[in-house]
C-alpha cells in the first residue's frame, strides 16, 4: 500500500524544538520531491517546506525560514522536519505530502504539533 | 510572498453546478501556475482532486472539473451532491514550481 505516515507531533514550550518525521511505504521514495503542509487549528493549508529528490534544493515558506529544515533519509524512506524557536503561531497539524513535480497526490494522515507554556 | 484568494463560502443546490475560483496577487492565473484543487472534509487529511489547471486523479468524481476563467482559476462542480460539502483549497505555484501558497479556502455548503 501506497503510505505516509507522520509522527513527532507533541506538546512543547515556546522557544522549544520538536523533530517530526514521516515514513514512506508502497513507492520508489528517492524519485520524488516531497513536502510538508500545516494547518492551524480551524483554519486554512499552508505550504511549509519542500525538498529535492536527492536533498540538494529545499525551500521554506518566509516564516519559517531559519526556523525550521526540511530534510530525508532515502535509506530509510523518511522525510523530517527539524523545527526550532517554536512560536505558538507554529501550533497546528503537519502533513506531509508527496510531490511537487510530479502530481501532489498522496497525503499522510497528519500529526499535531502543540506550541504552549 | 503571493497571496492567494478564494471565496470564503458558497452555497448550491443539490443537483445544482457551482464555481469555485482562485485568484492571484501577483496577476492573472495562468497554466504555468499549475493550479491544484484540492477538499478536505472535518478531521480528515487534504485530497487532491485536480492538478495542472484541469486534470483529474483516478478518484476525482467526474462532476469535478477545472479550467482556467477570467484570469483566475476555477473548479466547477456540475450535480452537486451532498457528500462535495466540504472545505475546498486552491494551491498555485511560483517560482518555477518551487514555492506554493495555499488559499484561504472555500467552504461549500450543498443545501
Known amino acids: 500500500e501506497v503510505l505516509l505516515v507522520e509522527s513527532g507531533g507533541d506538546l512543547v514550550q515556546p522557544g522549544g524544538s520538536l523533530r517530526l518525521s514521516c515514513a514512506a511505504s508502497g513507492f520508489t521514495f528517492s524519485d520524488f520531491w516531497l513536502s510538508w503542509v500545516r494547518q492551524a487549528p480551524g483554519k486554512g493549508l499552508e505550504w511549509v517546506a519542500n525538498i529535492k529528490q536527492d536533498g540538494s534544493e529545499k525551500y521554506y515558506v518566509d516564516s519559517v525560514k531559519g526556523r525550521f529544515t526540511i530534510s530525508r533519509d532515502n535509506a530509510k524512506n523518511s522525510l523530517y522536519l527539524q523545527m526550532n524557536s517554536l512560536r505558538a503561531e507554529d501550533t497546528g497539524v503537519y502533513y506531509c505530502a508527496r510531490g511537487p513535480f510530479t502530481v501532489i497526490d498522496l497525503w499522510g494522515q497528519g500529526t499535531l504539533v502543540t506550541v504552549s507554556s | 510572498q503571493a497571496v492567494v484568494t478564494q471565496e470564503p463560502s458558497l452555497t448550491v443546490s443539490p443537483g445544482g453546478t457551482v464555481t469555485l475560483t482562485c485568484g492571484s496577487s501577483t496577476g492573472a492565473v495562468t497554466s504555468g501556475h499549475y493550479p491544484y484543487w484540492l477538499q478536505q472534509k472535518p478531521g480528515q487529511a487534504p485530497r487532491t482532486l485536480i492538478y495542472d489547471t484541469g486534470n483529474k486523479l483516478s478518484w476525482t468524481p467526474a462532476r469535478f472539473s477545472g479550467s482556467l476563467l477570467g484570469g483566475k482559476a476555477a473548479l466547477t462542480l456540475s450535480g452537486a451532491q451532498t457528500e462535495d460539502e466540504a472545505e475546498y483549497y486552491c494551491?498555485?505555484?511560483?517560482?518555477?514550481?518551487?514555492?506554493?501558497?495555499f488559499g484561504g479556502g472555500t467552504k461549500l455548503t450543498v443545501l
Open positions: 494551491l498555485l505555484s511560483y517560482s518555477g514550481a518551487r514555492l506554493w501558497v
